[in-house]
């Protein structure tokens, strides 16, 4: 009946909507205030992140998250949604990514493909480096 209700006043596509933001509110809260994982939050930057890591080939955060639910571990899902948020407001903003920066710039597939650094190469330690440095001792020294 609630349903019905909410489609009768914002159509049916204000609905879906309506229903899917309910759906990625309740995973963040249950993610942030009892540590339950029962999916992977998929907001405006990890759906702009998984598409640029081509983790997804869908823009609907409902088959984005299904996506991203087969590829992470379930363990990892609340960590995994907070470190792309992350990620997103400070280094892969929507705008300007800032790939020469960014730590996975050797492995991301949409790496310097924008207008303002195409061409240009990573500044910091790659994945690779940072792997190597962590097998050598160095880890945390020069990142
Ligand atoms: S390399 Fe560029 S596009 Fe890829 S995740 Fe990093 S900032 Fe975003």
Redesign the pocket.
């Known amino acids: 009946m609630e349903a019905l209700g909410m489609i009768e006043t914002k159509g049916l596509i204000g609905a879906i909507e309506a229903a899917d933001a309910m759906v990625k509110t309740a995973n963040v809260v249950l993610a942030n205030a009892f540590g339950k994982a029962v999916g992977v939050v998929v907001d405006t930057h990890v759906a702009r ?1 998984a598409a ?2 081509k983790l997804t080939a869908f823009a609907d955060a409902a088959k984005i998250e299904r996506d991203l639910m087969e590829l992470i571990d379930p363990k990892d899902w609340i960590f995994f949604s907070h470190a792309l948020i992350l ?1 997103g407001r400070q ?3 929507a705008a300007r ?3 020469a ?5 050797d492995v ?7 207008p303002h ?1 195409r061409g240009r190469k ?1 500044e910091g330690p790659s994945t690779k480096g940072r792997a190597e440095a962590r097998r050598s001792g160095r880890d945390g020294q020069d990142l």
């Open positions: 992140l640029r890591l990620h280094v892969c903003t990514p800032d790939c920066a960014c730590r996975l710039a991301c597939p949409s790496a310097f493909t924008f650094n990573a």
